[in-house]
T-cell receptor
Framework: ETGVTQSPTHLIKTRGQQVTLRCSSQ?????VSWYQQALGQGPQFIFQ???????GRGNFPPRFSGLQFPNYSSELNVNALELDDSALYLC???????????FGPGTRLTVT | GEDVEQSLFLSVREGDSSVINCTYT??????LYWYKQEPGAGLQLLTY?????DMKQDQRLTVLLNKKDKHLSLRIADTQTGDSAIYFC??????????FGAGTRLAVHP
């Protein structure tokens, strides 16, 4: 167990809706990274938050946004959901922005 | 995953060694990682290697890095049924972004 928790475990949404996923980082870690893992593929980097600021972003549209709170927990928000957003969303925490990333169990999002 | 290539499937007999291979493209990558994913679970960090090293051993795991060919391998000695999972190779791109391969599914049979 990494100490990284995510909620909810599973979620079903309808196309066009909005969703918020949550992640609690491991104690002492100030960095959270978010990844999207489509079925049968490797995870793809969405963005990273370091000390409450966005610290790098992958090739995802602006309807993917995030927040990091003073306790270093984080949220991923996705607006105007599309069918292709169906995936496992993983968050990873690290001691700092350049350190090893430890993953949570993920949130499985299904968009119908 | 973009630019990180792995074979998709490997089948081994219990007790044999498994070797999972990976090629990456960014010669400036500083760290390379191996993660394990069991069904329905997140990713477990198995081991990593710094780019100035050739080899790293950690119990049953041996990582070999050929930086000239941008080739990384993970050897699992005495493979057990509990090792059945998907194994992902990842390179650190820049200082904080991990680029993953598509994963190698390891099946261990009696």
């Amino acid at each position: 167990e990494t100490g990284v928790t995510q909620s909810p475990t599973h979620l079903i949404k309808t196309r066009g809706q909005q969703v918020t996923l949550r992640c609690s980082s491991q104690s002492g870690h100030n960095t959270v990274s978010w990844y999207q893992q489509a079925l049968g593929q490797g995870p793809q980097f969405i963005f990273q938050y370091y000390r409450e600021e966005e610290n790098g972003r992958g090739n995802f549209p602006p309807r993917f946004s995030g927040l990091q709170f003073p306790n270093y927990s984080s949220e991923l928000n996705v607006n105007a959901l599309e069918l292709d957003d169906s995936a496992l969303y993983l968050c990873a925490s690290s001691l700092g922005d350049r350190d090893e990333q430890y993953f949570g169990p993920g949130t499985r999002l299904t968009v119908t | 995953g973009e630019d990180v290539e792995q074979s998709l499937f490997l089948s081994v007999r219990e007790g044999d060694s498994s070797v999972i291979n990976c090629t990456y493209t960014d010669s400036s990558s500083t760290y390379l990682y191996w993660y394990k994913q069991e069904p329905g679970a997140g990713l477990q960090l198995l081991t990593y290697i710094f780019s100035n090293m050739d080899m790293k051993q950690d119990q049953r795991l041996t990582v070999l890095l050929n930086k000239k060919d941008k080739h990384l391998s993970l050897r699992i000695a005495d493979t057990q049924t509990g090792d059945s999972a998907i194994y992902f190779c990842a390179e650190r791109r820049g200082y904080n972004k991990l680029i993953f391969g598509a994963g190698t599914r390891l099946a261990v049979h009696p």
